[in-house]
């Protein structure tokens, strides 16, 4: 209470990102409440979607903030972090860069499912339009996190918010099987997090990840064996989040039951805060200070790149067998995972100070292409009514516009060149062999290499395959629009990777914005 009653109006700037979101939430919601029941619920979308726009404005305003320009040299000098609530909240390039990926996803997402609610299904439109705030208000805390507890306090919030959101279709047996598989494990996943985070609380006496990690390194010795359980433990429950084999077995179901709009917040957003929070744990922990010259440390990313590569393995030969598009989807997403925790695993050399960069940018591509892909899946299965990969087929004579952008985002996928997906993955099998771990390299090109049986046998059902349905394809303006913004940023991001790259290397400080002091 002494540290939140020390918050001044210069302070509460710093917090405006999330605290337009917290407003929005509220107002949307009583406006929910007090409209007519025959009062469109789309207006609520829009809403939304300009509350996500003003709180990304106030994110590009800290990022400005916290980069000044020398006017001698006319660099970008990263300043120092503002720290607030006593060092549990960090405003930072770091958190800044993860916020308006969390925006940018919502954003498209909210947009894209503007017009396409149906009320049939999800009886709710309205609550619909407007979780998805709270949801992106938990990602954003746990980007910001510099204290265990903050941590958990934000990821509870968007897992929670996504359980319901995952269970919005009430009169579809297969959403109410994925909200309760959803929860369960979430449950579990978050109790082992919370588990793993006890251990540390019990060996520091602190919270806050500076300061534990200053106690470990202290006293490493006494609590080495407490040290490997408490970080096992933490890798298990991340893993969890990101969807990472082996702990991935709820993602197929869930992705699959979900209504689409959530399976690609869930796919892009909710993922990406995963990240957000397993790279600033893992090195603000294990990776900094006394215990950089300790055991703990080489095998804990030892055991990251292990997780990846059981990631690429298995997400990429499971989603050989599939035929139901979102299982497919899920699939690809637990390779991804696999290829998102190389850039974490591989750590930091003396001649490779990337790892983020790479890693976040391939979050970028990542974001386009699923969010783009899953577009024209829901217009496709709206159409068809199936939500097998037969349903692609013949889509070329029936709507060659979105076949063609489907090819886009499909190369983009398999990592074909000139696409983002392209680059994002050779930036990280690049950093890799330069840091000499050859082994995951392989694993990354062998499995990159089998992705393409199953992303092209999307495009043979398009283009060399004649559907059931023979009538053109009908969608929503807004879906369309989605559509081709994805493939716009997918094209612009094979072009010009180098601009990408570079400004996130301009505006981010290893030092300054990830490591906590």
């Known amino acids: 209470m002494d540290q939140l009653q020390r918050l001044t109006a210069g302070d509460l700037v710093h917090l405006a990102p999330e605290l337009t979101l917290v407003i929005s939430a509220i107002v949307l919601s009583l406006l929910d409440l007090f409209m007519p029941r025959s009062f469109n619920r789309t207006v609520l979308g829009w809403l939304a979607l300009v509350s996500v726009g003003i709180s990304a404005v106030f994110v590009l305003g800290d990022i400005s903030a916290l980069n000044r320009i020398d006017d001698a040299t006319g660099l970008v000098l990263p300043t120092e972090p503002v720290s607030l609530l ?33 009320e049939d299904e999800i009886p709710h439109k309205g609550e619909f339009y407007y979780l998805f705030l709270p949801a992106t208000i938990g990602a954003m805390v746990m980007a910001s996190s510099g204290d265990l507890i903050t941590l958990f306090v934000g990821l509870e919030l968007l897992s929670i918010t996504s359980y319901v959101l995952v269970g919005m279709r009430k009169k579809s047996f297969s959403s109410n099987e994925a909200a309760f598989k959803y929860v369960v494990m979430g449950g579990i996943s978050s109790a082992v997090i919370l588990y793993g985070m006890s251990f540390l609380y019990g060996m520091s006496g602190s919270t806050n990840l500076a300061e534990i990690n200053r ?13 490997y359980v408490s970080f096992f433990l933490l890798l298990a429950g991340f893993g969890f989040k990101i969807a990472a084999a082996p702990f991935h077995m709820w993602a197929p179901d869930v992705y699959q039951g979900s209504p689409t709009p959530v399976t690609a917040y869930l796919a892009v957003v909710s993922k990406a805060a995963g990240f957000a929070i397993t790279f600033r744990v893992l090195y603000s922990v294990f990776g900094l200070g006394g215990l950089i010259s300790q055991q703990i440390h080489t095998d804990a990313f030892t055991a990251t790149m292990v997780v990846a590569a059981a990631a690429m393995i298995f997400g990429n030969f499971i989603a050989l067998r599939q035929k139901n598009m979102k299982r497919l989807l899920a699939y690809s997403g637990i390779a991804n ?53 037969s349903a692609f087929a013949g889509l070329y004579y029936r709507a060659p516009a979105t076949a063609v952008a489907m090819v886009v985002l499909i190369l983009s996928l398999a990592g074909l060149p000139v696409t983002g997906g392209f680059f994002g993955k050779l930036y990280i099998m690049l950093g890799t062999l330069q840091l000499q771990h050859y082994w995951l390299a392989a694993i990354m090109i062998g499995t990159s ?4 049986y199953y ?62 002091s």
Not at 90 to 110: E, H, M, P, Q, S
Not at 472 to 496: D, H, N, R, Y
Request: glycine fraction near 6%.
């Open 86 to 118: 006593g060092g549990s909240w960090r405003v930072d390039d770091y958190a800044n860069l993860f916020k308006l990926l969390f925006l940018g996803g919502t954003a498209l997402i909210l947009f894209m499912s503007i017009g396409n609610v149906k």
């Open 215 to 227: 106690a470990l390194s202290a006293n490493y010795a006494a609590f080495e064996p407490l040290i």
């Open 337 to 389: 995972a696999g290829y998102l925790l190389v850039p974490i695993g591989t750590q930091f050399g003396m001649v490779h100070f990337s790892n983020f960069s790479e890693m976040f940018f391939y979050l970028i591509a990542y974001l386009f292409m699923n969010i783009g892909a899953i577009a024209v899946y829901m217009i496709v299965s709206d159409s068809s009514k199936s939500e097998d990969i």
């Open 449 to 452: 290499v089998i992705s393409f």
């Open 455 to 516: 992303y092209f046998s999307i495009i043979r059902q398009m283009f060399l395959r004649s559907g059931e349905v023979e009538a053109e394809i009908k969608s929503s303006p807004t879906a369309q629009i989605t559509v081709w913004i994805c493939v716009a940023a997918t094209l612009l991001t094979g072009f010009f990777p180098h601009v990408v790259l570079r400004y996130i290397e301009t505006i981010f400080s290893v030092p300054i914005d990830l490591f906590i």
